[in-house]
């Protein structure tokens, strides 16, 4: 049974890339969308929000308008969101793409009741184009939705297991916390959010689970209450 019936997934774009770091890698695309079929299965109520840095990141345009690059991002979560509903509904599992920017050839435009009643209904909602603003990170997109749509968890999937004291790729000595609390991860400094989103998860009680996604069955595992990465809380 799982543990969780209405969740975020938060997915970077880096992890879509796979091991090829640019683009969208298939079989990795595959593999996170079995496991998100497997979770819809049983019952677990799926929005997902998905980054761009697999095509572009704001920091990309070093002499650019800011507005202009984080617009540029937002287009690149676009494509990684048609990319899993394609992969999503030839699994089937009926999906709906909403964007914070409206192109309505493409997808719908965000609106939380109609969110909320895919949801209701067993669709997968994909929520792209972060808030629609610049500035703002898909990062706090995640925690923005979570709110809106009263997820009870957001699932942080990225390609570290967790979240360390210090950056593990660099220090091999860096420690794993099991669970920590959100201003512990203000005030140190880590990684996990920027701190956008993790006061605002803190200040609506929305804990977030962050897990690696280099075995994408730890959807499945923390969807269902397994111990597994860190809990921010």
Same mark, same amino acid.
């Given at each position: @049974?799982p543990?969780?019936k209405?969740?975020? /997934?938060k997915?970077?774009g *880096?992890?879509?890339?796979g091991?090829?770091?640019?683009?969208?890698? *298939? +079989?990795t &695309?595959n593999?996170?969308t079995?496991?998100?079929?497997? %979770?819809t299965? /049983?019952g677990v109520q &799926?929005?997902i929000?998905c980054?761009?840095?697999?095509?572009?990141? +704001?920091r990309?345009g070093?002499n650019?308008?800011?507005?202009?690059?984080?617009?540029m991002g @937002?287009?690149a979560?676009? &494509?990684?969101?048609?990319?899993l509903?394609d992969?999503? *509904?030839?699994?089937?599992? #009926?999906?709906r793409v909403?964007?914070?920017?409206?192109?309505?050839? @493409?997808? *719908? #435009?965000?609106i939380?009741g109609?969110?909320?009643?895919h949801?209701e209904? $067993?669709r997968?909602? /994909?929520?792209? %184009?972060g808030?629609?603003?610049?500035y703002?990170?898909?990062?706090?997109a995640?925690?923005?939705?979570?709110?809106?749509i009263?997820?009870?968890?957001?699932?942080?999937?990225?390609?570290?297991?967790?979240?360390?004291?210090?950056? #593990?790729? /660099?220090? $091999?000595?860096a420690?794993k916390f099991?669970?920590?609390?959100?201003?512990? =991860?203000?005030?140190? +400094?880590?990684? =996990? @959010?920027?701190?956008t989103?993790?006061?605002?998860c803190?200040?609506?009680?929305?804990p977030i689970?962050?897990?690696?996604?280099?075995h #994408?069955?730890?959807?499945?595992?923390?969807i269902? +209450?397994e111990?597994?990465?860190?809990?921010?809380?």
């Amino acid at each position: @049974m799982p543990k969780y019936k209405r969740v975020i /997934i938060k997915i970077s774009g *880096e992890a879509l890339a796979g091991d090829k770091g640019f683009g969208l890698d *298939e +079989g990795t &695309i595959n593999a996170i969308t079995d496991e998100i079929k497997k %979770c819809t299965d /049983i019952g677990v109520q &799926i929005g997902i929000v998905c980054g761009g840095g697999n095509f572009w990141r +704001g920091r990309m345009g070093q002499n650019m308008d800011r507005t202009r690059a984080d617009h540029m991002g @937002m287009l690149a979560t676009v &494509i990684n969101a048609l990319a899993l509903q394609d992969a999503l *509904e030839q699994r089937g599992v #009926p999906t709906r793409v909403q964007t914070a920017v409206e192109m309505r050839a @493409m997808a *719908e #435009p965000y609106i939380r009741g109609r969110a909320i009643r895919h949801l209701e209904k $067993s669709r997968v909602v /994909i929520f792209a %184009c972060g808030t629609g603003n610049p500035y703002f990170t898909t990062d706090t997109a995640a925690a923005l939705r979570a709110a809106e749509i009263d997820a009870d968890v957001i699932l942080l999937a990225k390609k570290v297991d967790g979240v360390y004291d210090s950056d #593990p790729n /660099i220090n $091999s000595q860096a420690a794993k916390f099991d669970s920590i609390n959100y201003l512990d =991860v203000i005030n140190r +400094g880590l990684g =996990v @959010m920027d701190s956008t989103a993790t006061s605002l998860c803190m200040d609506n009680n929305i804990p977030i689970l962050v897990f690696g996604l280099d075995h #994408p069955e730890n959807i499945t595992k923390a969807i269902r +209450g397994e111990t597994i990465g860190t809990i921010v809380r």
